[in-house]
């Protein structure tokens, strides 16, 4: 009887979840390759966007899906699973950033003790966007030296709703603050992006 | 609003209408060679430039073999000691 109960309760839990979970979780070899077709570009997109940098965003990509199948067991279907695929890419890039960060400070001590350190990796170049039209490229590219700048959370929910097109809930589910949080990010994300490019203008003007 | 902001608000719009990146088509491959060994595989070298590499070496190789095999083995006839003497002794026998 208990066993009867136990057995409905798991098909009860398989049939409210996402079709693709329940076969992810079923270890269905099909469902692998389903996901990673459905939200591989979300992913790399996303990574892209934040590194600014192809191979970079490409790895990050291959760690999100091999973290994503190897803890699907643990998805409990709290959050939608777009959701929670972007909020692993966001700490999965982030750790990324923090270890190129590491490598550069060692690079600079490097440089002072045995001259090793190599100049260009202190000097992010032009970033252009696949994915934006050619009339835009340039403006675009002035844009993402600009995101560069901003702090961590307010290029997350600027990237996240700007470039990925989440709306504020969905931001807000992803980097699970509230959805005021979300909101005051954004808006001084903005202000300092136009701060930024309006000293920019000025130097393209003198 | 001045050229400044409308310059901020331009770039600020200029990823309306944008696409996503397209992840490399390998990706899936990628993903299952790190989940079967554990390490994360980095592509050197696109499996068609591998290709390439190896049909060139291939090539190099077999022109090699042939170019070796048509070499004719040299028609100077080698020194012996009956030849050596005919040259530097013919002369003498009279004396």
């Known amino acids: ?37 459905q939200y591989q570009d979300r992913v790399y997109n996303m990574a892209l966007s934040m590194l600014q940098h192809e191979e970079d965003a490409a790895d990050i990509a291959q760690e999100v899906f091999v973290q994503v199948f190897q803890s699907i067991t643990a998805f409990k279907g709290a959050s939608k699973l777009s959701t929670w695929i972007y909020r692993i890419t966001v700490t999965k890039t982030l750790e990324q950033m923090r270890r190129k960060r590491t490598k550069k400070r060692t690079g600079i001590v490097l440089s002072l003790t045995t001259h090793e350190y190599l100049p260009e990796q202190n000097n992010k170049g032009n970033f252009y966007h696949p994915g934006v039209a050619l009339e835009q490229k340039e403006l675009s590219a002035v844009l993402f030296k600009a995101i560069d700048q901003l702090p961590e959370k307010q290029r997350i929910a600027f990237i996240l709703n700007k470039i990925e097109q989440l709306n504020y809930e969905e931001v807000r589910q992803v980097m699970e603050i509230s959805l005021s949080s979300v909101e005051s990010l954004l808006f001084r994300a903005k202000q300092n992006l136009q701060k930024m490019l309006e000293s920019v203008y000025k130097n393209y003007e003198s | 609003m001045n050229n400044q902001e409308k310059f901020a608000e331009e770039v600020i719009n200029s990823t309306a209408g944008m696409q996503r990146a397209t992840a490399p088509a390998d990706l899936y491959e990628r993903v299952m060679e790190h989940m079967q060994t554990g390490r994360k595989t980095v592509p050197l070298l696109p499996k068609v430039a591998i290709w390439q590499a190896a049909a060139a070496i291939l090539l190099l190789a077999a022109l090699n073999v042939y170019i070796c095999l048509q070499v004719k083995q040299p028609t100077v006839p080698t020194a012996n000691n009956s030849y050596i003497e005919q040259e530097y002794f013919s002369h003498t026998e009279s004396i």
Do not use: C, F, N
């Open chain 1, 1 to 37: 009887m208990r066993q009867d109960a136990s057995k409905i309760k798991y098909e009860l839990y398989h049939l409210s979840q996402d079709p693709l979970v329940t076969a992810l979780q079923r270890g269905e070899a099909y469902a692998y390759k389903e996901l990673v077709t």
